[in-house]
């Protein structure tokens, strides 16, 4: 009965917290990890099918001579010089310039990256622009430099191909695998073809790519317009030939350092394919997939597979390890926030393979020897299962760890802590130890990255069930098997054995002494392991969930934060600061206050802190950073006025242009002159018809309410919307009872719009909130009843009428991609033209403009925002 309360209380929280909701924001981490998941497989089916040949493999390498592998890292090190300089001479091809500092930082940066990007190298080239931006380079020919490196790198692969393969066709060398390189040459040359012709005629893939990837449009006239340099041109093909050769010099190096006879035909045919593999590879840089088809290629030419296994391993240490732990250490050193998330769980995720691959393959004999003299071969067994069990947390761990959870920070130092001591006592691996030494490291120099707290309640619950599910299934499994007939495991099971095996089969260790005789056998086994295996998995995601701040509005909270409000309240969106589903934070001095939201583990803030000065503003900022901190909350600011900008900056704090709040100057406003014929003559057909307008003052009563409900009710059901909050009010009966509304009624007296008047913080300013038609109103009534609002306003000698935000409007330039993406979607994407006739609506009552920022801490924070910030506006 207990467990049955247990888990209907699961099924109840699941819902109400809406657990499907968090799989689906993490939807694309869990694509990824299982994406991940199926290479390792692969990668560890691999590994067990040919175990007795990688012992081989291992001594192989072991034996490999220094001096060549030394000359394999020197040649890695013109590698990576040589694509810095294809980098620097694609800037020149397009007469831009950046230092050749700059071009190597941007290629190890971009390598590093394409190993987890999707698309791997090609993706990666949108990356790391800001640098070079700030640097006087335009963001357009940064992007075309680098579609310049990307198609030249594909251009010298087929340079150097094409010829090879017809010299192995001519000496009669040419097997099935040479004919699909050439049939793959061929179809990517003709792909590029096709592709570069139209994308210059705006064909039919060119429209096909705008329609899935419309901000492409954006660059694609500047792309035009972009004129190339031949010479310049010349030489990046040159340097990506020459980058070609060094990757056939590496293959070729590596046979030679393992003592075997090199072959110059297998080096040339090998990496082609490689390479083939590594442009086509959607994921970790064709790692396993390039492996598997290089050392195919080289048994082709004649050599075993153990060597030809050894000899792609040592080829993709020069190729591959040795840039990309270059370029990891490179982000260890010039870290930003952002990337202090990401290298540790690089780090530890690379652990995580270390680990399995450390187990599945033998150990060094001399050195099990000398351990079995110490510490009993149970131990050691242990410490196998151990190290190969933190490896796999490890791989689903490092994803988790990007969401900044501190549990997750928690479990990979008892992981990486169980790898340094695991790898020791399996096998005296120092080699794998150290590196888990390493990774430990990073974790606690990094470890204030990881402060959200995870969900205590669930936390608990996950305990309860787990402990529950055990005793259960203990319980089933131990009188399972002690009450089997014989047959079924040629086991007449004791006591100790029952248990024994049952907590085998449950943590899914297994035993290799139980086999299963016949179905029976296996379907009880498989529903231990399948018991377990839930069990524990709820219970990862359990410790894992992130945490989420439900703090309730305190009345003396919003008492402290009205009287702030009262003294020093300057804006128009100061009322909305003490709404009902606001929180309130007050700095110690009780002299400034912020209102906010939480979503997501997202403290929302509304516009700035109201305070006496500056400094108050500032202190408070900082207060309410420490106290995000210590509850795992991260902080943005929403609505920021321009003039603020600078206070945050002095934080370290980034910001984003959202859009213009427009002001209308009352005492300078005319109806008079051609640009204002539309409202005059919208004015003059609503009187015509006999429509007027009323001022109703506080207190309201219900009859009234009674009637704009209505009004309201039928507006959000035609126009399909629902209410929304944060900074704009919902209808709120008794909030309306004590305020100003304005109405406009028909000859019959019925309402068919209205607005209500909020109080207004910004001195000598006036403002509204809501603003709502009958499906029957008039054309032109918006407009006739913001007019009448402006006459009241002026009546209670306001000088100026805030008409509020113009989302996403206002972009003359665009400096940064997010600026150019907005500016887009703004002016040519249909789902957001409702914003652009927000803004020409707002026009025709020529405000002054005021830009208005989204301001936020890490750049990782931006990429959450749109999610939070559609949270933090429902009721």
Same mark, same amino acid.
């Given at each position: 009965?207990?467990?049955?309360?247990?888990?209907?209380?699961?099924?109840?929280?699941?819902?109400?917290?809406?657990?499907?909701?968090?799989?689906?924001?993490?939807?694309?981490?869990?694509?990824? $990890?299982?994406?991940?998941?199926?290479?390792?497989?692969?990668?560890?089916?691999?590994?067990?099918?040919?175990?007795?040949?990688?012992?081989?493999?291992?001594?192989?390498?072991?034996?490999?001579?220094?001096?060549?592998?030394?000359?394999?890292?020197?040649?890695?090190?013109?590698?990576?010089?040589?694509?810095?300089?294809?980098?620097?001479?694609?800037?020149?091809?397009?007469?831009?310039?950046?230092?050749?500092?700059?071009?190597?930082?941007?290629?190890?940066?971009?390598?590093?990256?394409?190993?987890?990007?999707?698309?791997?190298?090609?993706?990666?080239?949108?990356?790391?622009?800001?640098?070079?931006?700030?640097?006087?380079?335009?963001?357009?020919?940064?992007?075309?430099?680098?579609?310049?490196?990307?198609?030249?790198?594909?251009?010298?692969?087929?340079?150097?191909?094409?010829?090879? #393969?017809?010299?192995?066709?001519?000496?009669?060398?040419?097997?099935?695998?040479?004919?699909?390189?050439?049939?793959?040459?061929?179809?990517?040359?003709?792909?590029?073809?096709?592709?570069?012709?139209?994308?210059?005629?705006?064909?039919?893939?060119?429209?096909?790519?705008?329609?899935?990837?419309?901000?492409?449009?954006?660059?694609?006239?500047?792309?035009?317009?972009?004129?190339?340099?031949?010479?310049?041109?010349?030489?990046?093909?040159?340097?990506?030939?020459?980058?070609?050769?060094?990757?056939?010099?590496?293959?070729?190096?590596?046979?030679?350092?393992?003592?075997?006879?090199?072959?110059?035909?297998?080096?040339?045919?090998?990496?082609?394919?490689?390479?083939?593999?590594?442009?086509?590879?959607?994921? #970790?840089?064709?790692?396993?997939?390039?492996?598997?088809?290089?050392?195919?290629?080289?048994?082709?030419?004649?050599?075993?597979?153990?060597?030809?296994?050894?000899?792609?391993?040592?080829?993709?240490?020069?190729?591959?390890?040795?840039?990309?732990?270059?370029?990891?250490?490179?982000?260890?050193?010039?870290?930003?926030?952002?990337?202090?998330?990401?290298?540790?769980?690089?780090?530890?995720?690379?652990?995580?393979?270390?680990?399995?691959?450390?187990?599945?393959?033998?150990?060094?004999?001399?050195?099990?020897?000398?351990?079995?003299?110490?510490?009993?071969?149970?131990?050691?067994?242990?410490?196998?299962?151990?190290?190969?069990?933190?490896?796999?947390?490890?791989?689903?761990?490092? =994803?988790?760890?990007?969401?900044?959870?501190?549990?997750?920070?928690?479990?990979?130092?008892?992981?990486?802590?169980?790898?340094?001591?695991?790898?020791?006592?399996?096998?005296?691996?120092?080699?794998?130890?150290?590196?888990?030494?390493?990774?430990?490291?990073?974790?606690?120099?990094?470890?204030?990255?990881?402060?959200?707290?995870?969900?205590?309640?669930?936390?608990?619950?996950?305990?309860?069930?787990?402990?529950?599910?055990?005793?259960?299934?203990?319980?089933?499994?131990?009188?399972?098997?002690?009450?089997?007939?014989?047959?079924?495991?040629?086991?007449?099971?004791?006591?100790?054995?029952?248990?024994?095996?049952?907590?085998?089969?449950? $943590?899914?260790?297994?035993?290799?002494?139980?086999?299963?005789?016949?179905?029976?056998?296996?379907?009880?086994?498989?529903?231990?392991?399948?018991?377990?295996?839930?069990?524990?998995?709820?219970?990862?995601? =359990?410790?894992?969930?992130?945490?989420?701040?439900?703090?309730?509005?305190?009345?003396?909270?919003?008492?402290?934060?009205?009287?702030?409000?009262?003294?020093?309240?300057?804006?128009?969106?100061?009322? $909305?600061?003490?709404?009902?589903?606001?929180?309130?934070?007050?700095?110690?001095?009780?002299?400034?206050?912020?209102?906010?939201?939480?979503?997501?583990?997202?403290?929302?803030?509304?516009?700035?802190?109201?305070?006496?000065?500056?400094?108050?503003?500032?202190?408070?900022?900082?207060?309410?950073?420490?106290?995000?901190?210590?509850?795992? #909350?991260?902080?943005?600011?929403?609505?920021?006025?321009?003039?603020?900008?600078?206070?945050?900056?002095?934080?370290?704090?980034?910001?984003?242009?959202?859009?213009?709040?427009?002001?209308?100057?009352?005492?300078?406003?005319?109806?008079?002159?051609?640009?204002?014929?539309?409202?005059?003559?919208?004015?003059?057909?609503?009187?015509?018809?006999?429509?007027?307008?009323?001022?109703?003052?506080?207190?309201?009563?219900?009859?009234?309410?009674?009637?704009?409900?209505?009004?309201?009710?039928?507006?959000?059901?035609?126009?399909?919307?629902?209410?929304?909050?944060?900074?704009?009010?919902?209808?709120?009966?008794?909030?309306?009872?004590?305020?100003?509304?304005?109405?406009?009624?028909?000859?019959?007296?019925?309402?068919?719009?209205?607005?209500?008047?909020?109080?207004?913080?910004?001195?000598?300013?006036?403002?509204?909130?809501?603003?709502?038609?009958?499906?029957?109103?008039?054309?032109?009534?918006?407009?006739?009843?913001?007019?009448?609002?402006?006459?009241?306003?002026?009546?209670?000698?306001?000088?100026?009428?805030?008409?509020? #935000?113009?989302?996403?409007?206002?972009?003359?330039?665009?400096?940064?991609?997010?600026?150019?993406?907005?500016?887009?979607?703004?002016?040519?994407?249909?789902?957001?033209?409702?914003?652009?006739?927000?803004?020409?609506?707002?026009?025709?009552?020529?405000?002054?403009?005021?830009?208005?920022?989204?301001?936020?801490?890490?750049?990782?924070?931006?990429?959450?925002?749109?999610?939070?910030?559609?949270?933090?506006?429902?009721?």
């Amino acid at each position: 009965m207990k467990a049955l309360n247990v888990s209907n209380k699961f099924f109840v929280f699941f819902k109400e917290r809406k657990g499907i909701s968090f799989l689906r924001e993490n939807d694309k981490l869990v694509r990824q $990890f299982i994406l991940t998941v199926f290479f390792i497989g692969i990668g560890i089916w691999f590994i067990k099918h040919e175990n007795s040949e990688l012992k081989e493999v291992k001594s192989v390498i072991t034996d490999a001579s220094a001096f060549w592998v030394v000359c394999g890292i020197v040649l890695a090190a013109v590698y990576i010089v040589l694509q810095a300089l294809m980098y620097f001479a694609s800037f020149k091809a397009i007469q831009a310039e950046i230092s050749f500092k700059q071009a190597v930082i941007l290629f190890l940066k971009r390598n590093f990256v394409s190993v987890f990007l999707p698309a791997g190298g090609i993706s990666s080239l949108a990356f790391f622009t800001r640098p070079i931006e700030k640097k006087g380079v335009k963001p357009t020919q940064i992007h075309f430099a680098s579609i310049l490196y990307g198609f030249v790198g594909i251009l010298s692969v087929i340079i150097v191909a094409i010829p090879a #393969l017809i010299y192995s066709l001519f000496q009669g060398k040419a097997g099935s695998g040479e004919w699909y390189t050439i049939g793959a040459i061929v179809g990517l040359s003709f792909l590029i073809f096709v592709l570069y012709r139209s994308i210059l005629k705006k064909a039919y893939i060119y429209r096909l790519i705008i329609s899935f990837f419309p901000s492409v449009e954006i660059f694609s006239e500047d792309f035009r317009n972009n004129r190339i340099v031949k010479e310049k041109f010349l030489q990046v093909v040159l340097y990506s030939i020459l980058i070609e050769f060094i990757g056939i010099g590496h293959l070729y190096i590596a046979m030679i350092a393992l003592g075997f006879t090199p072959s110059l035909s297998a080096a040339v045919m090998g990496y082609i394919i490689s390479v083939i593999f590594l442009i086509v590879s959607p994921f #970790l840089r064709g790692l396993g997939a390039i492996e598997i088809s290089m050392s195919f290629i080289l048994i082709q030419f004649g050599f075993e597979n153990v060597n030809a296994i050894a000899i792609t391993f040592l080829y993709r240490f020069f190729e591959f390890w040795i840039p990309l732990l270059v370029g990891a250490s490179l982000f260890l050193f010039n870290a930003n926030k952002l990337l202090m998330r990401i290298v540790p769980s690089f780090l530890l995720f690379v652990l995580g393979l270390i680990n399995i691959i450390s187990v599945l393959t033998p150990a060094i004999s001399e050195r099990l020897h000398i351990l079995e003299n110490i510490i009993p071969v149970s131990a050691i067994k242990a410490s196998n299962y151990f190290v190969i069990t933190a490896g796999l947390f490890m791989l689903v761990n490092a =994803a988790f760890m990007l969401k900044g959870l501190r549990t997750a920070w928690w479990f990979a130092i008892l992981l990486t802590g169980i790898s340094v001591i695991g790898h020791l006592t399996k096998a005296i691996d120092y080699e794998e130890a150290v590196i888990a030494l390493i990774v430990l490291i990073s974790l606690i120099v990094t470890r204030k990255e990881y402060y959200i707290k995870s969900n205590s309640k669930l936390q608990s619950i996950g305990l309860k069930t787990v402990l529950i599910s055990i005793a259960a299934v203990l319980v089933y499994a131990v009188l399972g098997f002690y009450f089997l007939d014989k047959k079924h495991f040629n086991i007449e099971f004791n006591w100790l054995e029952s248990i024994k095996y049952a907590l085998q089969n449950y $943590f899914l260790v297994g035993s290799s002494d139980l086999v299963p005789l016949d179905h029976f056998a296996r379907r009880f086994l498989l529903s231990i392991n399948i018991c377990g295996f839930l069990s524990l998995g709820f219970l990862v995601f =359990a410790l894992i969930r992130p945490y989420t701040l439900k703090k309730e509005a305190v009345e003396d909270d919003f008492a402290t934060a009205n009287a702030i409000l009262n003294e020093y309240g300057t804006s128009s969106l100061d009322y $909305f600061k003490t709404y009902g589903d606001k929180i309130i934070f007050t700095a110690n001095g009780k002299k400034a206050f912020l209102a906010y939201r939480v979503a997501d583990n997202f403290a929302v803030v509304l516009e700035n802190p109201v305070a006496a000065s500056a400094v108050e503003m500032k202190q408070c900022i900082l207060e309410f950073d420490a106290y995000c901190y210590n509850n795992g #909350l991260r902080s943005i600011y929403y609505r920021v006025p321009e003039e603020n900008l600078d206070l945050f900056s002095s934080l370290q704090k980034k910001s984003l242009f959202i859009g213009q709040e427009g002001v209308v100057d009352l005492s300078a406003f005319s109806l008079e002159g051609s640009s204002k014929k539309s409202l005059r003559n919208a004015v003059s057909k609503v009187k015509e018809k006999g429509f007027t307008s009323k001022i109703h003052t506080a207190p309201l009563k219900d009859g009234l309410l009674q009637k704009i409900k209505a009004v309201s009710d039928e507006w959000l059901i035609s126009t399909g919307r629902s209410e929304i909050v944060f900074s704009q009010g919902l209808f709120d009966w008794e909030e309306l009872r004590h305020q100003t509304i304005i109405t406009v009624e028909n000859p019959e007296e019925k309402i068919v719009a209205f607005l209500n008047v909020i109080p207004d913080y910004a001195k000598g300013e006036g403002t509204y909130d809501l603003i709502r038609k009958t499906n029957d109103a008039p054309n032109g009534i918006i407009d006739f009843i913001l007019l009448e609002l402006f006459s009241y306003l002026k009546s209670q000698n306001c000088t100026s009428v805030n008409l509020g #935000l113009a989302a996403m409007s206002g972009i003359e330039e665009a400096n940064t991609f997010p600026e150019k993406s907005m500016k887009f979607a703004y002016e040519r994407i249909k789902y957001f033209s409702h914003y652009k006739g927000l803004r020409d609506f707002k026009e025709k009552f020529s405000p002054v403009w005021y830009n208005k920022y989204l301001v936020y801490s890490h750049d990782y924070d931006l990429l959450q925002a749109p999610i939070v910030l559609n949270k933090v506006v429902k009721p």
